[in-house]
């Protein structure tokens, strides 16, 4: 049974920084392209960062110098580090997992397999 499981989520105020990791069970977490995914209340799903089988990494614009993604496969463990959060990256934020790879994988959520139940990070002014 595949699992994602997020946590680390938050309300900080803006500056502030937080840590989201996802636990994954259930697949060969290492041949998977692995991301982080956003969505706001009355917005569409935004690809926040994404991270290849390779280790290679890609940002959505607003959070390039801001979120790193990284990834500890002994542990199967995705993570987000988010500094200099803003009030606009308030949103329930959720990591999947696809073995879909290749050019600009974050740019399609639909071929993502797995998906966690998400974390709530709320940024406050």
């Known amino acids: 049974q595949v699992q994602l499981v997020e946590s680390g989520g938050g309300s900080v105020q803006a500056g502030g920084s937080l840590r989201l990791s996802c636990a994954a069970s259930?697949?060969?977490?290492?041949?998977?392209?692995m991301g982080w995914f956003r969505q706001a209340p009355g917005k569409e799903r935004e690809g926040v960062a994404g991270i290849g089988s390779d280790g290679s990494t890609s940002y959505a614009n607003s959070v390039k110098g801001r979120f790193t993604i990284s990834k500890d496969n002994a542990k199967n463990t995705l993570y987000l580090q988010m500094n200099s959060l803003k009030p606009e990256d308030t949103a329930m934020y959720s990591c999947?997992?696809?073995?879909?790879?290749?050019?600009?994988?974050?740019?399609?959520?639909?071929?993502?397999?797995?998906w966690g139940q998400g974390t709530q990070v709320s940024v406050s002014s």
């Open positions: 999947a997992a696809t073995n879909v790879c290749g050019s600009k994988f974050l740019s399609r959520p639909w071929s993502f397999a797995y």
């Open positions: 259930g697949y060969t977490y290492r041949s998977y392209c």
